[in-house]
Nanobody, 116 residues
Framework: QVQLVESGGGLVQPGGSLRLSCAAS????????MGWYRQAPGKERELVAS???????NYADSVKGRFTISRDNAGNMVYLQMNSLKPEDTAVYYC??????????WGQGTQVTVSS
């Protein structure tokens, strides 16, 4: 079992920045690929970015060059630095832990609203 707790969401103006954090507990953190997903009203949940325990990253085309995912394996943390935010980035952001052997887990989500 993995417990994931997100923090760092909020209201920000277009062009602004936010940093999301996800604290993981309950299992061996390095077993999991960690990811950030988001879900906007009326839309399906989509992958924003993911990172392996070795640091390989993957980004949605819509956030490339603006968002950066990182992880601290010793501290069991994963982060999403979001710059140059746009109104279309408004969504609930979810932390995800995935392993083909050990399962998939989700956090409760944190709201990000980009509006002037």
């Amino acid at each position: 079992q993995v417990q994931l707790v997100e923090s760092g969401g909020g209201l920000v103006q277009p062009g602004g920045s936010l940093r999301l954090s996800c604290a993981a507990s309950g299992s061996i953190f390095s077993r999991y690929v960690m990811g950030w997903y988001r879900q906007a009203p009326g839309k399906e949940r989509e992958l924003v970015a993911s990172i392996t325990s070795g640091g390989s990253t993957n980004y949605a085309d819509s956030v490339k060059g603006r968002f950066t995912i990182s992880r601290d394996n010793a501290g069991n943390m994963v982060y999403l630095q979001m710059n140059s935010l746009k109104p279309e980035d408004t969504a609930v952001y979810y932390c995800n832990a995935h392993s083909p052997l050990w399962g998939t887990y989700w956090g409760q989500g944190t709201q990000v609203t980009v509006s002037s």
